[in-house]
């Protein structure tokens, strides 16, 4: 049987409350994600919905069914069973408001497969947003320093900035300026997977 976690086969049962206080509610309810990519025997617990909320009741109904190997939590999270089975699922999942009548409803595609491809990494996606925690203030545009939150500039030189980056905290141009410690090694990979990948924009 499912435990109380999950509601899928839940019954929702409406009750009739009084607020103190009315509840505003969205006219409409979606999933950031329309496709929700997992990779065979892992479970995936994302493309949480804009309704985070605790008087919403989520359920779901799978197509094809695929009985308790996809369900839903009561955060609105769609969990997927290790043992499911290669191949698209439709889920439409069902949001009742608790405190009155309306319904709302959104299909997303659960895709299983045997391998998700490696992302490729980009400027704007990765890389821009690096540059805006570690270095804006000074690379900036119109500073009389590189601007790396121009693509075009930190694409030319990339080399230079994986060479600065990589110094010891201290020593003679080492980057971020004045810095005590290295940006993380996770931002220096992406760095170095970027130009890997063809300085993508
Ligand atoms: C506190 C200010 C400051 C911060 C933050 C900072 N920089 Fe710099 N950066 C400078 C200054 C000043 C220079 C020019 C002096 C020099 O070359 O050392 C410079 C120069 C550079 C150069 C050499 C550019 C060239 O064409 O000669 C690179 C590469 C660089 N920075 C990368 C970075 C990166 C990447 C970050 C963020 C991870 C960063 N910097 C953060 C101040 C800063």
Redesign the pocket.
């Known amino acids: 049987m499912l435990g109380l976690m999950f509601c899928k086969h839940e019954p929702f049962e409406p009750s009739i409350l009084v607020e103190e206080k009315p509840i505003s509610l969205p006219d409409s309810f979606f999933y950031t994600k329309d496709t929700l990519l997992v990779k065979k025997g892992k479970s995936i617990q994302s493309g949480l919905p804009n309704i985070k909320d605790t008087n919403y009741q989520f359920s779901i109904r799978v197509s094809p069914d695929v009985g308790d190997k996809i369900l839903i939590s009561k955060q609105g999270e769609i969990l997927v069973d290790s043992t499911l089975s290669v191949g698209m699922y439709w889920v439409t999942v069902y949001v009742h408001a608790k405190l009155n009548s309306k319904e709302f409803k959104d299909v997303l595609a659960v895709n299983c497969v045997d391998s998700i491809p490696k992302v490729k990494i980009s400027y704007e996606l990765h890389v821009k947003p690096i540059?805006q925690a570690?270095?804006s203030?000074?690379?900036y545009d119109g500073a009389p320093?590189?601007n790396?939150l121009d693509y075009e500039t930190a694409k030319s030189?990339i080399d230079?900035?994986l060479d600065?980056?990589q110094r010891t905290p201290g020593s003679e141009?080492f980057?971020?300026?004045?810095?005590t410690s290295q940006?993380s090694q996770q931002e220096i990979n992406t760095f170095k997977e970027w130009k890997k990948d063809g300085l993508l924009p």
Not at 175 to 179: A, D, S, V, Y
């Open positions: 540059f570690n270095c203030p000074c690379h320093r590189p790396w030189e230079f900035i600065r980056t141009g980057m971020p300026n004045g810095g940006i």
